[in-house]
């Protein structure tokens, strides 16, 4: 029983230690994001402002439509997320439960797809995007999540764990192969898909070069874009840079922390179905 | 269902019975991801500097130079100095990066209270942008008003002028790496952790063995595809490193934190030498390839899927 106590305590440690070092940057943006100018440059430093002021903030959203901004952001992630999840589930679930002739080098082509750097296809996609009229358009930043390697490569190996027994068993039942993948398969990946869902909209939120690239007009810049922006004009700045990356964070930080109750739900009953 | 006949109707009708799950990936596949790669690699071929239109009359003729941009690349100093860069941010990286996210894996799949308040922590910086993580760390490792180099003075240490030193910008970088990535990782181990059968462990703790003895013999193992997922995607992203780089250091000080895709962004889109760019990033290619294909290989050796 002590020895149970003192292994809780040795864990909690360890992981407020971890914990303490993940949000110490972010205790410094905060602190720093509501300082003067000059309070900036003063020594010793301020861990707290002595005199906090909201100018850095005020700056921020005088200079860029920040509002619009998060809308194009949220926009954009919610439907790339939707069809990356849709389109790689399915193919995965070729890949992994229907023997075809090729599947092989064609996964390998995945797996290969994977390691190309996104500066290399960079040139040749805008020449593309913009044959097809796409350029400054939702489109160019959405289309792609059609084709993402990762998700399928993911959703493969869980898909391969499924006994074939369960997948046997409804084709018995008289289900086809679009409804064993969508009643058998799918909920058997629900810890996958939750983990996926998280990580794609965090990219798709993320993502800086492409949108860069493809988005020049204003009114359809995407929150990293609108950061790079400021940080064009206030490079040394902190103060305003901090409010800045605070503003950009808190929408996604708030929808994490609202939609952990369902992911955790849906982790947790993988766990125990195994 | 999946067993394997010769004849070539029955293989015919297996493709026409995926087709269907496959087209929409497999169109994003050729359109975004096949024709962009054909299309670059005829690039590496010219000296293209992004002017002249791309698909206009006689461009190759005009432009076609064979083999003499990776010729240039390969005989050069930069790229081996530039490799060797990466080479040493993957070294510190990884392994620090395992560690860290088996540990976040390990914390989060006890059900202990506040379970939940640590995985959200965990997760913040993953959430943040490398814009904002970036922005972020410049400042957080400034010499004199950082808070790190302030927390060491507590401490009596004299911390580094973090990205103005040769010595020390590779591993901020690679500092600000693992934090960012940590928690994302962590969160794929966990997935991995809590899908093992909670069977295996009480049947092995009624046969009488120990944590350590049920962490190598029952953890591990069936953790292995979860792992070797880990470490490819890892490795492969260890290898395109660069917004981190970018915004915090730009390559310097004195080229020390030039790495392999900083090089092609800036020969692509500061000098639009696209045809020297896309060599180069060619030949990261065939690194990284090579890499996974290793992997690949030792998967059989080391890695346990369910029977």
């Known amino acids: 029983m002590v020895r149970k106590r003192l292994s809780k305590t040795a864990y909690y440690m360890i992981a407020a230690m971890i914990a303490l070092i993940a949000m110490v940057p972010f205790f410094w943006m905060l602190s720093t994001s509501f300082k003067s100018r000059s309070a900036l440059m003063s020594l010793p430093i301020e861990w707290i402002p002595s005199e906090p002021t909201l100018a850095a903030y005020k700056k921020v959203f005088t200079q860029f439509p920040f509002g619009r901004a998060m809308f194009n952001s949220v926009f954009i992630a919610v439907s790339y997320t939707l069809i990356t999840l849709l389109s790689s589930s399915m193919a995965a679930f070729a890949f992994a439960k229907i023997r075809f002739p090729l599947a092989n080098g064609l996964f390998k082509l995945y797996l290969a797809s994977m390691m190309i750097p996104t500066q290399v296809t960079l040139i040749p996609l805008f020449v593309i995007m913009s044959r097809l009229g796409l350029i400054n358009t939702y489109g160019s930043v959405i289309l792609p999540s059609l084709f993402r390697a990762f998700a399928v490569f993911l959703l493969v190996q869980t898909i391969r764990s499924i006994p074939n027994d369960f997948l046997e068993a409804a084709r018995i039942d008289g289900a086809g192969l679009f409804r064993t993948y969508w009643q058998v398969v799918l909920p058997l990946c629900a810890p996958t898909l939750a983990t996926l869902c998280i990580t794609t909209f965090m990219d798709s939120w993320n993502d800086f070069l492409w949108p860069l690239v493809m988005l020049s007009d204003r009114n359809l810049m995407t929150l990293p874009l609108a950061l790079n922006t400021l940080n064009g004009q206030y490079a040394t700045e902190y103060n305003v840079l901090m409010a800045g990356s605070l503003i950009s964070m808190l929408p996604i930080i708030l929808v994490y922390i609202f939609a952990q109750k369902y992911f955790k739900s849906g982790l947790m009953a993988g766990g125990v179905k195994g | ?307």
């Open chain 2, 1 to 307: 269902m999946t067993r394997k006949r010769n004849a070539p109707t029955r293989s015919l009708r297996d493709l026409m019975r995926a087709s269907p799950f496959l087209l929409p990936s497999v169109a994003g596949l050729v359109v975004f991801s096949l024709m962009p790669i054909i299309l670059s690699l005829l690039i590496s071929l010219t000296d293209w500097n992004g002017l002249d239109k791309l698909a206009a009359n006689g461009f190759l003729a005009d432009h076609y130079i064979g083999l003499q941009n990776y010729k240039e690349i390969l005989s050069g100093e930069e790229f081996w100095r530039v490799l060797t860069n990466t080479g040493y941010f993957i070294v510190l990286y990884l392994p620090l990066l395992l560690i860290c996210s088996l540990g976040i894996a390990w914390l989060l799949s006890k059900g202990y209270r506040g379970v939940g308040v640590f995985r959200v922590l965990y997760y913040i910086p993953v959430l943040t942008s490398w814009i904002a993580g970036a922005l972020i760390f410049r400042w957080v490792l400034s010499s004199k008003f950082g808070i790190v180099n302030n927390i060491l003075e507590i401490f009596g240490i004299q911390g580094p002028a973090w990205l103005q030193s040769e010595q020390w910008a590779m591993p901020s970088i690679v500092l600000a790496s693992v934090w960012k990535d940590m928690g994302f990782y962590g969160l794929i181990l966990l997935s991995g952790l809590q899908a093992i059968d909670k069977g295996y462990y009480e049947a092995a703790s009624i046969d009488g063995a120990g944590a350590w003895k049920r962490f190598f013999r029952i953890t591990l193992p069936l953790l292995t595809p979860s792992l070797f997922f880990v470490l490819v995607v890892s490795l492969i992203n260890a290898f395109q490193l660069f917004p981190q780089v970018m915004i915090m250091t730009d390559g310097g000080p004195n080229g020390a934190t030039q790495v392999m895709v900083e090089r092609i962004y800036k020969y692509g889109f500061r000098y639009y030498e696209m045809g020297y760019a896309a060599a180069f990033s060619w030949l990261l290619f065939i690194i990284i390839f090579a890499f996974t294909r290793l992997q690949l290989s030792a998967q059989k050796r080391w890695v346990h899927y369910g029977s």
